[in-house]
C-alpha cells in the first residue's frame, strides 16, 4: 500500500517550511548514497507512532496575485491539494485572521479533501487561545494551535492528520489494479505513450513542453488485464524556470511515484539521458518501486549494430545505483514495442510479490559469506547470524548481525546480488533491514 501523502499549504510567511522542518526532523538529508536526490527537499517521509506518511511543502499561496511566481506557486499549491491525502492548512495568529485565509479556505472547500485546520506561532497557549477561536470563523473545522519553532502542540495536530489515513487506505485497497506512473521530463512522450496504448487522446498532447497539468488516471485493459496508468506532467530544466517552480514539478513526480507500484521512466532518444533524467529516477529509486527504463523516439535515431548497446551503456553509466532497472527502446509515434511493455510489467509485478523461503536465503547468505569474508574493524569481525524476508512490493529482507556498525553499504550491496544471481528480481529493488543481535556468551 503507498503511503498516504499529507501537503502543508498555506499563505507565505505562516510558517510552512518551519512546520515541514520539525516533523522532518532529520530525514531532510537523509539520502547520501543516492544520486541526484533533490538537496533541498520540499518532501520527506515522516512517521509518527506506527504510521508512516510522505510530508510535502508547497509555496506560499497568494490568492489574488497577477505575480508571475506567486501564481505559479498558487497553481502548484493547487496540484498539491489535488494529489494530497490530506492538507494541513497553516495559519499564523500573529496576523490573525485575514481575507487571504478565507480565499485558500474556500479553495481547500472545493477540494473535498479532509483538511486540518493548524494555527502556528501560538507560544503561549493559555494567553493565545482567544485568538486562536477567531479561526472557527473560515468554518473548515477546529484549529489545532501549534508552535512549529517551540514543537508545541504536534501530537495532537498528527493525531488529527492520522485519523484520516485509515479512510483512504481502505478504498485503496480495494482496488488491487496495478498502477503504472508514467515520468520524465517534459516533451519525452509520456501522453503519447499513453493515446498510443488507449487509441484515442485521452491526455492533452502538445509540443509545448508541460501541456499536461496535473497527473491523470487511465484505466488500460490488456489481453484481458487490468491497469491503472498514472500520467505525471514532466519536469523541467532548472536553466528553463526559476528554482522556484521545478521545487513544485516534482510535487506531481513524487506523489505519482507513491501511489505506483510501477514507475515507467521515460527518456528522450533524441537527448539522451540526463541529469534531470537522474533526479526522477532517483526518486522512484527511494522509494523502492519497480522500474523500467523506457527510451522513446527510437524510430528517430540513426542506427548501426552498436548504437542500443552504447545507449545501454551511457543509461547504466548515468542510473548506477539501479542496475535492476529493465530497459526498453520504443515509439509513442509508430507504437514500436509497446505491448512488449506490458510483459515486462507483468513480470515484475510477479518478481515484486515474490517471497523466498528463509532456509533458501540462509542457505545464498552462508555460501556468499564462504565466499568472501565479511569486512572486520579494529579486530572485531562481522557476523551474519539470519536472513529472513519479512514483506513484498519491495521485496524486504532483514539481516541479524553482530554488530551494524561493521556492515558496510558495499556488503549489503554484495549480499543482495547473490541473492539476484539466484531469484533475479527483475525491474525491482530490494529493500535491506540491518539488526542486531547480541553475541550469545
Known amino acids: 500500500m503507498s503511503k498516504p501523502v499529507v501537503a502543508i499549504v498555506g499563505r507565505p510567511n505562516v510558517g510552512k517550511s518551519t512546520l515541514f522542518n520539525a516533523l522532518a526532523g532529520d530525514t531532510i538529508s537523509i539520502v547520501k548514497d543516492t544520486p541526484g536526490v533533490t538537496r533541498d527537499r520540499i518532501y520527506a517521509d515522516c512517521t509518527w507512532l506506527d504510521m508512516t ?188 524556470i526559476k528554482e522556484e517552480l521545478e521545487r513544485y514539478s516534482i510535487i506531481r513526480t513524487v506523489t505519482a511515484v507513491e501511489r505506483a507500484d510501477i514507475v515507467v521512466m521515460v527518456i528522450d532518444a533524441t537527448e539522451g539521458v540526463t541529469e534531470q533524467d537522474a533526479k526522477i529516477a532517483g526518486i522512484a529509486h527511494e522509494r523502492g518501486k519497480g522500474v523500467i527504463i523506457a527510451v522513446n523516439k527510437w524510430d528517430a535515431i540513426e542506427k548501426n549494430d552498436k548504437t542500443i548497446y552504447r545507449f545501454q551503456e551511457k543509461i547504466r553509466e548515468t542510473l548506477s545505483y539501479m542496475p535492476y532497472a529493465e530497459m526498453i527502446f520504443i515509439s509513442a509515434k509508430t507504437g514500436q514495442r509497446l505491448n512488449k511493455l506490458f510483459e515486462l510489467i507483468d513480470m515484475i509485478i510477479e518478481n515484486q510479490s515474490m517471497r523466498i523461503a528463509t532456509g533458501v536465503l540462509n542457505e545464498i547468505m552462508t555460501e556468499a559469506v564462504a565466499l568472501q569474508q565479511p569486512p572486520s574493524d579494529k579486530g572485531k569481525r562481522l557476523k551474519l547470524y539470519y536472513i529472513t524476508q519479512v514483506s513484498v512490493k519491495p521485496p524486504t529482507f532483514v539481516i541479524f548481525v553482530n554488530d551494524k556498525e561493521l556492515m558496510h553499504f558495499s556488503y549489503t550491496r554484495y549480499i543482495e546480488n547473490k541473492i539476484r544471481e539466484a531469484f533475479g528480481f527483475r525491474g525491482t529493488s530490494l529493500k535491506f533491514i540491518i539488526r542486531e543481535r547480541k553475541e550469545k556468551s
Not at 497553481?75 to 492548512?89: K, N, P, S, Y
Not at 494567553?127 to 473560515?138: A, G, I, R
Not at 485509515?166 to 519525452?188: F, L
Not at 499513453?194 to 509545448?208: A, C, L, Q, T
Open 53 to 240: 506518511f510522505t510530508l510535502i511543502d508547497t509555496g506560499g499561496i497568494e490568492p489574488d496575485s497577477s505575480d508571475i511566481i506567486l501564481s505559479q506557486m498558487r497553481e502548484q499549491a493547487e496540484i498539491a491539494i489535488a494529489t494530497a491525502d490530506v492538507i494541513l492548512f497553516i495559519t499564523d495568529v500573529r496576523q490573525g485572521l485575514v481575507d487571504a485565509d478565507a480565499k485558500v479556505a474556500d479553495m481547500l472547500r472545493r477540494s473535498h479533501k479532509p483538511v486540518v485546520l493548524v494555527v502556528n506561532k501560538v507560544d503561549n497557549f493559555e494567553k493565545q487561545m482567544p485568538d486562536v477561536y477567531e479561526f472557527y470563523n473560515l468554518g473548515i473545522g477546529e484549529p489545532n494551535p501549534v508552535s512549529a519553532a517551540g514543537r508545541l502542540g504536534l501530537g495532537d495536530m498528527l493525531e488529527n492528520v492520522t485519523k484520516h489515513f485509515q479512510i483512504s487506505s481502505e478504498q485503496e485497497e480495494e482496488d488491487e489494479r496495478p498502477r503504472i506512473a508514467i515520468v520524465g521530463k517534459p516533451n519525452v512522450g509520456k501522453s503519447s505513450i499513453i493515446n498510443k496504448i488507449v487509441g484515442e487522446n485521452r491526455v492533452i498532447v502538445s509540443d509545448i513542453a508541460g501541456t499536461t497539468r496535473d497527473a491523470v488516471d487511465t484505466d488500460i485493459v490488456y489481453n484481458g488485464n487490468e491497469y491503472i496508468f498514472i500520467d505525471t506532467a514532466g519536469l523541467r530544466r532548472k536553466n528553463k
